[in-house]
């Protein structure tokens, strides 16, 4: 987005970043091209997508899509994901006038939400049968 960007980061991905750290060392970046300091494009991306046989399931964008919709059905307020997800205000007063609002603590309640959301995903989480959802509705 060419303006600075803070995340807030998880429990689950500061243990993950002091795992990669043998690996990565004093990078700059966790995933870089063959000089350290440079980033992956997103094409190189894409290609690990393409390796793992997701290709034709999601790209890139995917995740953020997926992100978005599962944080807004958590009940999480509109403008907290909109800036967590980078995005800028579209409506000009509210631009003007919530210019230096930047909702951190929900920010950071998200990202640990997902945090948590994910590693209860990666352990195995409970499914729910289809038509008890339909008999439900």
């Known amino acids: 987005m060419k303006r600075p960007h803070i995340v807030p980061l998880s429990t689950q991905v500061l243990t993950l970043l002091e795992e990669l750290k043998p690996f990565t060392g004093d990078a700059e970046y966790l995933f870089y091209t063959r000089r350290k300091t440079q980033k992956i494009s997103e094409n190189a991306m894409l290609q690990v997508l393409r390796r793992i046989g997701w290709k034709e399931r999601t790209t890139i964008h995917g995740f953020r899509a997926l992100a978005s919709s599962t944080l807004y059905d958590a009940g999480f307020r509109s403008e907290?994901?909109?800036?967590?997800?980078?995005?800028?205000?579209?409506?000009?007063?509210?631009?003007?006038?919530?210019?230096?609002?930047?909702?951190?603590?929900?920010?950071?309640?998200?990202?640990?939400?997902?945090?948590?959301?994910?590693?209860?995903?990666?352990?195995?989480?409970?499914?729910?049968?289809?038509?008890?959802?339909?008999?439900?509705?």
């Open 80 to 137: 907290a994901i909109e800036l967590q997800l980078a995005h800028a205000e579209t409506n000009a007063v509210k631009a003007a006038y919530n210019h230096m609002a930047r909702f951190m603590s929900e920010r950071v309640q998200i990202m640990q939400w997902w945090g948590d959301l994910v590693e209860a995903k990666q352990q195995g989480a409970q499914v729910i049968p289809f038509r008890a959802l339909q008999n439900a509705v």
